[in-house]
């Protein structure tokens, strides 16, 4: 099982529509979780911290479910300008706190 | 504020050529660096991370290497450049519960 995984995509919205990604995760131990935003052929930046149950910013909401290991990112009223891809990122602890990214999944938001 | 640089933001080289990207962080002191390489349409690897002056640790055995000769200085290297050297290669500060940033990144293509 890999340390994060994600769903594969492309997801291929409509504008104004709703959309979660999920991520499931290995290590147990994992305390904070991060979900970055990537747009093409640029580095990838912080969208949301998730330290305990969830947390919601405007039209971003991540919950995080420790007994199952996963985490979600919910965007609701998806813009155009949302398109990029979404990585899901968990801290390995015990080897010098490195983050560890998922693959990253797509979002396409079409008018 | 904390800034982090990296350049060149493009490079293309021969095979079997020397290779150095460097990385520099603003308005902080000791920093974690990172250096992560993503492959066309592929996720982040993390090759090197570095918690101190000197000190280099390696995820993956391949023909780059890392030096931090100054506290905010980070660079990666290689002596001959391979053709599946080429991608996208970010330079990251920070600690894992919070978080990291990345630089612009550079895109290596090795030819």
């Known amino acids: 099982r890999k340390e994060v995984e994600q769903d594969p995509g492309p997801f291929n919205v409509p504008e104004g529509a709703t959309v979660a990604f999920n991520c499931t995760y290995s290590n147990s131990a994992s305390q904070s979780f991060f979900w970055y935003r990537q747009d093409c052929r640029k580095e990838p930046k912080l969208l949301m911290s998730?330290?305990?149950s969830g947390n919601e910013d405007g039209r971003f909401t991540a919950q995080l479910n420790r007994a199952s290991q996963y985490i979600s990112l919910l965007i609701r009223d998806s813009k155009l300008s949302d398109s990029a891809t979404y990585l899901c990122v968990v801290p390995r602890y015990n080897q010098g706190g490195k983050l560890i990214f998922g693959q990253g999944t797509e979002l396409s938001v079409k008018p | 504020s904390q800034t982090i640089h990296q350049w060149p933001a493009t490079l293309v080289q021969p095979v079997g050529s020397p290779l150095s990207l460097e990385c520099t962080v603003e308005g902080t002191s000791n920093p974690n660096l990172y250096w992560y390489r993503q492959a066309a349409g592929r996720g982040l690897q993390l090759l090197f991370y570095?918690?101190?002056?000197?000190?280099i640790s390696s995820e993956v055995p391949q023909n780059l290497s890392a030096s931090r000769p100054q506290d905010r200085q980070f660079i990666l290297s290689s002596k001959k450049l391979l053709l599946s050297d080429s991608g996208f290669y970010l330079c990251a500060w920070g600690e894992a519960a919070y978080g990291y940033t990345f630089g612009s990144g550079t895109r290596l293509t090795v030819v």
């Open positions: 570095s918690v101190g002056i000197g000190q």
């Open positions: 998730v330290y305990s």
